[in-house]
Nanobody
Framework: VQLQASGGGLVQAGGSLRLSCAAS????????LAWFRQTPGKEREFVAC???????YYADSVKGRFTISRDNTKNTVYLQMNSLKPEDTAVYYC???????????????????WGQGTQVTVSS
């Protein structure tokens, strides 16, 4: 299984970015996919998740600004990030798991597969 994240970059506060995560080697439609982020010295933080059913979940800090979606025909999960803030600056990682239970979707340790991360920097 491979997850390849892309789309990060430098953007001004209030701007937008769309992250993509292309997956291979798995039955994509059956997986729960998520985005996490991490800053130096801190633990990986849950951002958003989309279940195989299409149901989505968000961290309170991004609700209303970020949208997670998936395209099962392209084996790709997206994170549309609008109204970006400097505190959104982090390395963003995509993650996937087939059997993760609902109560664990915010726990990084419970995901089996990870992408390599893509840097998002929001300037003030």
């Amino acid at each position: 299984v491979q997850l390849q994240a892309s789309g990060g970059g430098l953007v001004q506060a209030g701007g937008s970015l769309r992250l993509s995560c292309a997956a291979s080697g798995l039955t994509f439609s059956r997986y729960t996919l998520a985005w996490f982020r991490q800053t130096p010295g801190k633990e990986r933080e849950f951002v958003a998740c989309i279940r195989y059913s299409g149901t989505t979940y968000y961290a309170d800090s991004v609700k209303g600004r970020f949208t997670i979606s998936r395209d099962n025909t392209k084996n790709t999960v997206y994170l549309q990030m609008n109204s970006l803030k400097p505190e959104d600056t982090a390395v963003y990682y995509c993650a996937g798991d087939r059997q993760i239970i609902l109560s664990s979707i915010r726990n990084a340790d419970d995901y089996d597969y990870w992408g390599q991360g893509t840097q998002v920097t929001v300037s003030s």
